[in-house]
């Protein structure tokens, strides 16, 4: 018999009739939540209140919100910052400490505290004191089938307890500098302190979506574990979240998803998706089911039918470099190079179809954290944020030219090393993948001093103009002082003529 799918069907139903007993019990008339979420498509979509912007859709969640991911620009925004309670969707900051503070392959062992310490009616997939996964296996528990006393073993093997994680899991929000989110545990049952926003639950999203493993396990159907000398039970589990492939309402562009549902949360859900370029968040909270996966969908198909990503560097003309004179950065002397500053050329805006990139407002920012940058771009519509830039030192690929010394490359530097110090080069490389994903982090940067190139064939240009202009006035002013000189000297030739001209009384001689 399969032990563990048994114990999870029979805490399914355990955890239903509780809810049930303890709603009927709390209220003499049931409490219609239908009602109240179609009240709440009433309330104001802020979004909406953007002239030009596209309207959004009404819909029942209390807040809830749209945010294309690379720019972080908020195409949908209701209620955004109000403080609610997650529920299970606490369990992406659970995952994401996880994937940055173990490796998967680590053995995750699970304490009596992970195991009793939280009400058996919740979700949970039977894992007994003592019994051991691997992180990998841990995180499919966690996020397919939102297994509570799994989350607690997770955190109490990353931070050694209970506490000790919630701590990190706050210091992780401080970092973000999420304003409107506490958390109280790793698994999001009650607690009254335990809450987030909708912006903050996004902020967090895109930095659970920026991990591959973690998006690809939170869009996956089903969970499967095998008995081990550590776990003794097989089993395979489904999960409940209806948009992921092969379910009810299966989204095609879904790139994952978690849910979330407490009786005083209500559903949550948390979901990213990918078209055309844009990588969207949606964060749908307190709603009814089955309208928080209609309301994301909704969401993402007004996202994607609404917005497009337009590259800043290809269509800005206020900040780009591209016309400066002398100063360039490359290693032709001759020309072949690019300006010394330009913009980053990787990133862009998110705007409405119907509006342009000319109808952008603009401002220039002077402190800058990004590496090897001077200057921040901030771009808005209407004073909704759309995205940003910078304006860079450009880091040549190869060395300088230098006038009266051979002109060395990389390559050639590299065949005057010799064996040791190649080898010991080589061992501290990183590896594509690290390489991969530090270059996705920062702009890459050279480790030999920048040098400033000088434009010879634009010098040489100017030079000649200037030499030319030179001349031209020489020969005019030699020409002009011919001219004068000879009229000069023709009016003195006159006068020495008319001076010694023999006059008619020479004749006579007295």
Sequence with gaps: MNFKKVKYTAACLISAVTLLGSVLTAHAEPIDYNAEAEARKLLPVQTNEIEGWPKGPDIGAKAAILMEASTGTILYGKNVDERLYPASTTKIMTCLLAIENAELDEVVTFSEEAVFSIDRGSSNIGMDVGESITMEQALHGILILSANEVANAVGEHIAGDAESFVKMMNDRVAELGLENTHFCNAHGLHDENHYTSARDLALIAREFFSHETLAEISGTTYCTFE???????????????????????????????????????????????????????????????????????????????????????????????????????????????????????????????????????????????????????????????????????????????????????????????????????????????????EVSKKPVT????????????????VLSCIAAAIVIFLVIRSVMRNYHFAKRRKAIMRRTRNKYKSSEFDKFKF
């Design 227 to 437: 008995a081990t000398a550590t776990q003794p039970d097989s089993f395979s589990l489904a999960t409940k979240n209806q948009l992921v492939k092969g379910k009810e309402r299966e989204y095609e562009y879904l790139i994952g998803s978690k849910t979330g549902y407490t009786s005083d949360a209500r559903q949550t859900l948390v979901s990213c998706a990918r078209k055309d370029g844009m990588d969207l968040i949606c964060v749908i909270l307190m709603e009814e089911s089955p309208y928080q996966f209609t309301d994301t969908v909704e969401l993402f198909d007004y996202g994607f039918q609404n917005f497009s990503k337009v590259n800043i560097a290809a269509n800005d003309t206020k900040y780009q470099m591209n016309n400066t004179g002398f100063f360039t950065t490359g290693a032709d002397v001759f020309g072949n190079s690019t300006p010394f500053i330009d913009l980053d050329d990787t990133l862009s805006v998110v705007l409405p179809n119907s509006v342009t990139f000319e109808e952008l407002d603009s401002e220039l920012i002077y402190e800058s954290s990004y590496e090897n940058s001077l200057a921040t771009v901030e771009y808005t519509y209407k004073g909704n944020s759309v995205g940003r830039t910078y304006l860079q030192i450009q880091d040549p690929a190869f060395s300088s030219f230098t006038f009266g010394e051979t002109q060395t490359t990389p390559a050639a530097e590299a065949s005057d090393v010799s064996e040791d110090a190649a080898v010991a080069d080589t061992s501290e490389e990183l590896s594509v993948a690290e390489a991969s994903e």
């Design 446 to 461: 050279n480790n030999d001093e920048d040098s400033i190139f000088i434009n010879v064939k634009t010098i040489i240009i």
